[in-house]
């Protein structure tokens, strides 16, 4: 059989290489206790249970939802930006709902970029940007963030020669920076002198523990070149329902319409008006920053208590905690035997060497658990967490 060589030969994904590290610890009977993955475990709202229920019972399911979704859903997800971040969007012509975030993030290489030109991404980071664009063949800037830079991307350091897309992710993942307004609107002035797009994902928005809320790149002056990305998976704890949206400059959400119509890849019209319940709800989401805020400053409290350094800042659903010693393997793998999986920074690219990302999606219960497996390693030997 014969594989697209960019995806036959591109390096595994991290997130499988901990599924394959927590099946053999588990054969290996250690009972584990996971924080690995940004999967909400708190349960679905009822605004939104009630919704699905009603929608499963009544919409048609013969019919193929359409490829720009539902007007009621565009106009829910436009209401939504307007009272959240204060920027008025056209829900006619500047925002689609999408399968999640990754979808529309794993496309958006293929649909603008052309052979040779290259896409812009940082490291540490989420993925899926970097590999959708080594899978459509496309060279890969990768520039590497520090704590020294707040986590932040430079835009004089970027090389600007033929990139067609610049990825930014705020706050940041994984380690919950996030990027000032007067960042974004600087990036996408340059983007847009070069021709290029500004993607910026935001799908950890709703998550702050100090200072102001996110800004959103929506609330630039001028959106020509930029788009948005945000989901309904970390906001509303309903992965399982694969919902999101982009929004942004016309011409790119109607080009990234267009192609819907051939891959399918629209959200089910039952899902569609649970999404609409999903985002003219805000109660949920105070309770659920409420519930991450808790868990995050007992994880931190043990982490301290074990020698690990606080990193990151305080924004997202992550700790980004750094290693005595920075071997940030060794650390995932003492953690792991003493029943505690996290995700060691390296697997994130080499910016995240030195560095533990530990999710705060558990329950209580499991935070509560994680927290004493942390404190514990304060026992481990010098050098290593």
């Not at 293929?110 to 896409?119: K, P, Q, S, V």
């Not at 991404?121 to 063949?137: C, D, F, I, L």
């Not at 999404?275 to 519930?291: G, L, Y």
Request: glycine share 10%; net charge negative.
């Amino acid at each position: 059989m014969r594989l697209n060589p960019h995806v036959e030969h591109a390096p595994g994904y991290p997130f499988l290489r901990l599924a394959e590290a927590r099946q053999a610890a588990r054969e290996r009977g250690i009972e584990v206790v996971d924080l690995s993955m940004g999967q909400p475990t708190d349960p679905a709202p009822a605004v939104v249970r009630e919704a699905l229920a009603e929608a499963v019972a009544t919409v048609p399911l013969c019919d193929y939802p359409t490829a720009a979704g539902l007007p009621e859903l565009r106009a829910a997800i436009a209401g939504w930006i307007g009272r959240r971040f204060g920027a008025l969007v056209d829900p006619e012509r500047e925002v689609l709902p999408t399968l999640g975030a990754k979808e529309p993030i794993a496309t958006l290489a293929r649909l603008f970029a052309r052979e040779g030109d290259t896409i812009a991404v940082t490291s540490p980071s989420y993925p899926v940007a970097e590999r959708s664009a080594r899978a459509a063949g496309l060279p890969v800037a990768v520039q590497t963030l520090s704590a020294a830079g707040g986590w932040l991307p430079d835009p004089g350091a970027l090389d600007w020669s033929r990139v067609a897309i610049v990825w930014v992710v705020t706050p940041h993942n994984p380690t919950g920076a996030p990027a000032p307004l007067e960042l974004l609107d600087e990036l996408a002035q340059s983007c847009r002198r070069r021709g290029a797009i500004l993607a910026v994902d935001e799908t950890y928005s709703e998550f702050w523990f100090a200072g102001d809320p996110p800004a959103s790149a929506l609330q630039l002056p001028d959106r020509t070149g930029v788009v948005v990305f945000n989901s309904l998976s970390k906001r509303s704890g309903l992965a399982g329902l694969r919902s999101g949206f982009v929004a942004g400059d016309p011409e790119i959400v109607g080009r990234l319409r267009r192609h819907r119509s051939d891959t399918g890849t629209s959200p089910q019209a039952f899902v569609q008006r649970a999404s609409i319940a999903a985002w003219t709800d805000e109660r949920h989401v105070i309770a659920a920053r409420e519930r991450y805020a808790r868990k995050r400053e007992l994880l931190a409290a043990a982490a301290r208590d074990a020698g690990f350094a606080d990193a990151g800042a305080p924004a997202g659903i992550f700790l980004w905690l750094g290693v005595p010693g920075g071997d940030d393997l060794a650390a995932y793998e003492r953690l792991l035997e003493r029943s505690l999986l996290v995700v060691p920074g390296s697997y994130l690219g080499d910016g995240g060497e030195g560095y533990l990302r530990v999710a705060l999606t558990g329950s209580a219960e499991t935070t509560a658990r994680a927290a004493e497996l942390l404190r514990d390693a304060v026992a481990a030997p010098a050098g290593v967490a």
